[in-house]
C-alpha cells in the first residue's frame, strides 16, 4: 500500500511550537496517522509548560499556612477560578478529581446519596435513570450502586440516530427518581445528545432528580456554558482536550450536594479528599483555555477533515454504514461499519498500515467487546463487533487523513478477501 | 515466514515465543492471547492476570501483542455443547472441541487474515514432515506432558499452518529455558482441568448453575433392580466408580450406562466395567484414511490401530473398521467403557508416538 509521508508542521496557538505525537518528519521513522484522539489526545505544549514549575518548583502542598503552601493553593484557586468562569459557575462549583471515571463516580454516588436523606423512612431508595449508552464510568457505576442499595435503575435506549430515545426518557423520569445521568457526547460514536430536551424532560417528570451529565467528550467541540445551565452534575478529563492523564473536574450547581467518595482531609469543600494534583490541575486549566479559545477554528477545520475522511471511506469502500447521523456529530468524530469485517482484525492491519483507530469499548485485558452502545442502537451483536471509531482532534492534519484514506480499502479488501 | 503465536500466559507458549522470536526474528512473530471464556476462572487462559503475564513476556522478546476476544465462539462451540452433552448423558471433552473450533479453525483463519503464515502453540507435541511430504502429527517427547490426544482431530489443511515449538523438550527443559531467559511465566503452575470452571464451584456446581438437574435411581445394569437414589444423573459419567457402593460381595460398582431421559444410572461389578469395543462419530484423519479405498473394506479384516481413550490413558491395540455412522474400534483385550462424548485418539501401531486420528465416542 503507498503510504503518503507526512511532513512535520506548524500548528498551536500561536504557531508556539510543532506538536508532539503522531507526525514524524519525511524519513525519520515510520509515518503513521493517529485517529484515535476521543481515546486520549496529546498535551498541548502550553500545558506542558504551564504545569512544569509545579513539578518541582513550586512543590507545596496548598493544605497548609506557609509560603509553599500558598502558592501552590493560588495556583490550585486561579484554575479553579478559571475552569469555574468556563462553566458559567462559582468558584466552589468546581471540585478537582482524578478524571472521569472518578467525577462520574462522585456524581452518581454522591449525587444520588444525598438525595437518599431526602427520602422517607421505610421508603424504597430513590430510583437512578442513565442512558444505556453511557461510558461504563457512569453505567457499570449505577449498575453497582442498584446492586447494593436495591435501588431500581431505568437504562433508556437509543434510537438509530445516535440519541437518547426521549420518550423512554420521559416515561422513565417519575418523582421518586433521585438521579438521571445522559451524557452529553458519546465516546464511541461521537453523537450530541440533547441535553436541552433532556433536562426538561428531567425536571418536568422527576423534579427531586439531579441531572448528572459526563460531558468527557464534549469539552474539545462544544460550548461549556450552556452544560452546566441544563445539569446539575458535569463532569470533564483533562487529558481529552490537551491536558494530562490523571486529573479531571466535576462542576457542582449551587446548593447541589455531594457525599464524598473519598474520605480524609477534607480538601474541595470535604467534597474529595486527597493532596491536590497541583501540576495537573494548572495543566487542565491551560489545556482548557486553549481549547477554549481555538474551539471555533478547530471545529471549523476539524469538521472538513472528517467530512472528507467519511465521504472518502464510503465512496471508496463499498459495504460501509456510517453509525447515526452526521449532522448530530462532534466535529471529530467518524464512526464506521465495514460489512462482514471485524473491527478487532481491522484494527490491527490499520496499525500496521500506520493508521491508529479504535474498535469501540476494551475490556480490562484489552480485547475488543460487542459494544453496548450499538446494542442499545438495536444492532445485533455480529454488526455491534464491526464498529470502526476514527477519532480527530485539534492537532489531525491533511495528510493523516490522506494516509488513512490510502489505507482503509486495502485493509478492508484483505479481510473480505 | 510471520508466525502468529497463541499465548496463555503459561510457561509453555512463553518457551514457544521465545524459541520462535529465536528463530525467525521477533519482528516476524506475533503473540496473541485469546479472550475465551467471560466469567469467572482460576486457572483459565482469559483472566486479565494470564493477560498481564503473555503481554509482558511478549514486550520482553519484542513481540508485539494482541488480545482476541472469541468468547462468543467459545460460548457456542465450546462451553454450549459441554452443558448440552451433560444434559444427555454425555461427557465431551472441551478442550478437544476448543482445539478444533478455536485454536486450530477461528484462530488459524484470523492468522490468515492477519497475513500470517502459520499459528503457534505451546502444545506438547510435534508435527514431522514425512518423506512423502505429508505432514505427521506426533506425541511430545516428555510423556508425562504429552498433549497429542486434544490435537488428534487435525489434519494436514490445518497441521500445514500449525507449529508446536516445545514439543521436542520435556517440561523441565521448558521451564529451564525460562528460567534461564528471566521470563516471569518460568515458574507458574501448570493449569488444570477445565478452564472455564472454577475449582472452587467444581464441575457440579458449574453445571447445576447451567442445568436443571435431575435426582435418578441407579439400577443394576442386568436386571434392572433398583440399587439407590443419586443426586443427579447429568454429573454421572459413564465408567465412574465414585459413589457407587459396593455390591453384596463387597466388589465396588461401575456405572456402565446413563439415561438421562428415564433418569436412570446402570450400575454393575468391574466386568461390566469393560467393553470389546466402543463406536465412534465426528471421525478425523491426519492423513488418508486408512480404511478407505485400498484398505479394508465392511466386513474386510480392519486396520490394526491403537487407541486412547482418555487424555493420559493408557494406549489400547485395537482393529478399526468403517462402520454405517463412523468407525467401530475393537480392543484387543476389553477396556474400561468410554463414555459417550469423550475423544478417542487414533494411533500408528508400529510407531506409537504418530497419531492417525479420531473420533467421539458414541
Given at each position: 500500500m ?17 506538536q508532539?505525537?503522531?507526525?514524524v ?13 476521543a481515546?486520549t ?33 493560588r ?14 459557575a462559582?468558584?466552589?462549583d468546581?471540585?478537582f ?8 463516580n462522585l456524581?452518581?454516588?454522591g ?10 423512612p421505610?421508603?424504597r431508595p ?11 464510568a ?22 438509530e ?6 420518550d423512554?426518557l ?8 433521585g ?9 464511541e ?9 433532556v433536562?426538561?424532560?428531567v425536571?418536568?417528570?422527576?423534579p ?6 459526563d460531558?468527557v467528550q464534549?469539552?474539545p467541540?462544544?460550548?461549556t ?11 470533564i478529563?483533562a487529558?481529552?482536550?490537551g ?10 450547581a449551587p ?8 474520605h ?16 495537573g490541575?494548572v ?8 481549547a477554549e479559545?481555538s474551539?471555533p ?5 476539524v ?16 459495504g460501509t454504514?456510517e453509525?447515526g447521523g452526521?449532522e ?15 473491527a ?17 469499548a ?14 442499545s ?17 485539534a ?8 494516509l ?10 484483505q479481510?473480505?478477501? | ?8 500466559g503459561?510457561?509453555?507458549s512463553s ?14 512473530v ?15 487462559c ?6 498481564d ?27 454450549s ?15 478437544v ?17 492477519l497475513?500470517?503464515d502459520a ?14 511430504g505429508?505432514l505427521?502429527?506426533?506425541?511430545g517427547?516428555?510423556?508425562d506432558?504429552d ?21 521436542e ?7 529451564a529455558?525460562?528460567?534461564r ?9 501448570d ?19 447451567r ?25 454421572v ?17 461401575f ?11 446402570a ?15 465426528t471421525v ?17 479384516p480392519?486396520?490394526g ?7 493420559h ?23 474400561r467403557r468410554?463414555?459417550p ?8 501401531p508400529l ?7 479420531s473420533?467421539?465416542?458414541?
Amino acid at each position: 500500500m503507498g503510504t503518503p509521508r507526512i511532513l512535520q508542521r506548524e500548528v498551536g496557538v500561536g504557531g508556539l511550537m510543532a506538536q508532539p505525537g503522531p507526525v514524524v518528519a519525511a524519513g525519520t521513522g515510520p509515518v503513521r496517522a493517529y485517529l484515535d484522539h476521543a481515546a486520549t489526545t496529546p498535551m498541548h505544549p502550553l500545558a506542558v509548560e504551564a504545569m512544569l514549575p509545579y513539578l518541582a518548583g513550586v512543590f507545596g502542598n496548598p493544605s497548609g499556612g506557609h509560603l509553599e503552601s500558598r502558592r501552590a493553593r493560588r495556583a490550585v484557586d486561579d484554575a479553579r477560578q478559571h475552569v469555574a468562569t468556563s462553566f458559567g459557575a462559582d468558584l466552589g462549583d468546581v471540585v478537582f478529581t482524578s478524571g472521569g471515571t472518578e467525577s462520574d463516580n462522585l456524581a452518581v454516588v454522591g449525587g444520588w446519596e444525598a438525595r437518599v436523606g431526602r427520602a422517607l423512612p421505610g421508603h424504597r431508595p430513590p430510583a437512578l435513570v442513565c442512558a444505556a449508552m453511557e461510558h461504563h464510568a457512569v453505567l457499570a457505576t449505577c449498575r453497582a450502586l442498584a446492586r447494593r442499595t436495591g435501588a431500581e435503575l431505568r437504562e433508556i435506549g437509543t434510537g438509530e440516530d445516535g440519541l437518547i430515545d426521549l420518550d423512554a426518557l420521559a416515561d422513565a423520569c417519575t418523582p421518586d427518581v433521585g438521579l438521571v445521568s445522559v451524557m452529553a457526547v458519546n465516546n464511541e460514536i461521537g453523537t450530541v445528545q440533547p441535553l436541552d430536551a433532556v433536562s426538561a424532560v428531567v425536571r418536568a417528570g422527576a423534579p427531586d432528580a439531579l441531572l448528572h451529565t459526563d460531558a468527557v467528550q464534549a469539552v474539545p467541540w462544544l460550548e461549556t456554558a450552556p452544560l452546566t445551565a441544563r445539569a446539575d452534575l458535569v463532569s470533564i478529563s483533562a487529558h481529552k482536550f490537551g491536558g494530562p492523564k490523571g486529573v479531571g473536574a466535576l462542576v457542582v450547581a449551587p446548593g447541589v450536594g455531594v457525599r464524598p467518595l473519598f474520605h480524609g482531609g477534607g480538601q474541595e469543600r470535604e467534597r474529595r479528599s486527597g493532596t491536590h494534583n497541583v501540576p495537573g490541575i494548572v495543566a487542565l486549566s491551560a489545556a482548557l483555555a486553549v481549547a477554549e479559545s481555538s474551539r471555533p477554528a478547530t471545529v471549523a477545520r476539524v469538521s472538513a477533515l472528517r467530512d472528507r475522511l467519511g465521504d472518502g471511506i464510503l465512496g471508496s469502500v463499498p459495504g460501509t454504514v456510517e453509525t447515526g447521523g452526521r449532522e448530530h456529530r462532534v466535529a471529530g468524530s467518524l464512526h464506521l461499519r465495514f460489512t462482514g469485517v471485524e473491527a478487532e482484525a481491522l484494527v490491527i492491519l490499520l496499525d500496521r498500515a500506520g493508521l491508529s483507530v479504535s474498535a469501540g469499548a476494551a475490556c480490562s485485558s484489552g480485547a475488543v467487546e460487542v459494544s453496548h452502545v450499538l446494542t442499545s442502537m438495536g444492532l445485533p451483536a455480529d454488526e455491534a463487533a464491526g464498529g470502526i471509531r476514527m477519532s480527530l482532534g485539534a492537532t489531525t492534519s491533511d495528510d493523516e487523513v490522506d494516509l488513512a484514506l490510502a489505507v482503509v480499502p486495502g485493509a478492508v479488501g484483505q479481510l473480505r478477501d | 515466514m510471520r508466525v502468529l503465536v497463541a499465548m496463555s500466559g503459561g510457561v509453555d507458549s512463553s518457551v514457544a515465543a521465545a524459541l520462535l522470536a529465536d528463530r525467525f526474528g521477533p519482528d516476524c512473530v506475533e503473540g496473541a492471547t485469546l479472550k475465551l471464556w467471560g466469567g469467572d476462572s482460576d486457572s483459565g487462559c482469559c483472566s486479565v492476570a494470564d493477560v498481564d503475564d503473555a503481554r509482558r513476556v511478549a514486550d520482553q522478546l519484542g513481540l508485539v501483542h494482541h488480545v482476541f476476544n472469541f468468547a462468543a465462539v467459545f460460548e457456542e462451540r465450546v462451553v454450549s455443547p459441554y452443558v448440552r452433552g451433560h444434559a444427555e448423558g454425555r461427557t465431551p471433552n472441551p478442550c478437544v472441541e476448543c482445539n478444533r473450533h478455536l485454536k486450530f479453525d477461528r484462530l488459524l483463519e484470523r492468522a490468515t487474515d492477519l497475513g500470517f503464515d502459520a499459528v503457534a502453540t505451546g502444545h506438547h507435541a510435534r508435527r514431522a514432515e514425512g518423506p512423502d511430504g505429508r505432514l505427521r502429527l506426533c506425541r511430545g517427547v516428555d510423556p508425562d506432558k504429552d498433549q497429542s490426544y486434544v490435537l488428534a482431530m487435525l489434519g494436514q489443511g490445518q497441521l500445514a499452518r500449525t507449529l508446536f515449538p516445545v514439543g521436542e523438550m520435556t517440561k523441565a527443559e521448558v521451564r529451564a529455558d525460562a528460567a534461564r531467559r528471566g521470563l516471569r511465566t518460568a515458574h507458574k503452575p501448570d493449569s488444570q482441568d477445565v478452564c472455564f470452571i472454577r475449582s472452587d464451584e467444581g464441575r457440579s456446581g458449574f453445571l447445576g448453575a447451567r442445568l436443571p438437574l435431575h435426582p435418578g435411581r441407579l439400577v443394576d445394569h442386568r436386571t434392572g433392580e433398583d440399587l439407590g437414589a443419586v443426586e443427579a444423573v447429568e454429573l454421572v459419567t459413564v465408567g465412574q466408580r465414585r459413589g457407587m457402593g459396593h455390591s453384596g460381595d463387597g466388589r465396588r460398582r461401575f456405572v456402565t450406562a446413563v439415561d438421562v431421559r428415564s433418569r436412570r444410572v446402570a450400575i454393575g461389578p468391574p466386568e461390566a466395567a469393560w467393553t470389546p469395543a466402543v463406536e465412534l462419530h465426528t471421525v478425523t484423519w491426519v492423513d488418508t484414511d486408512p480404511t478407505a479405498a485400498g484398505g479394508p473394506r465392511r466386513g474386510r479384516p480392519g486396520v490394526g490401530l491403537t487407541a486412547q481413550c482418555s487424555a493420559h490413558g493408557r494406549p489400547a491395540p485395537a482393529v478399526v473398521r468403517r462402520s454405517r455412522q463412523g468407525l467401530t474400534v475393537t480392543f484387543e483385550s476389553p477396556q474400561r467403557r468410554v463414555a459417550p462424548g469423550q475423544t478417542v485418539a487414533l494411533y500408528h501401531p508400529l510407531h506409537p508416538d504418530e497419531v492417525v486420528g479420531s473420533g467421539i465416542a458414541r
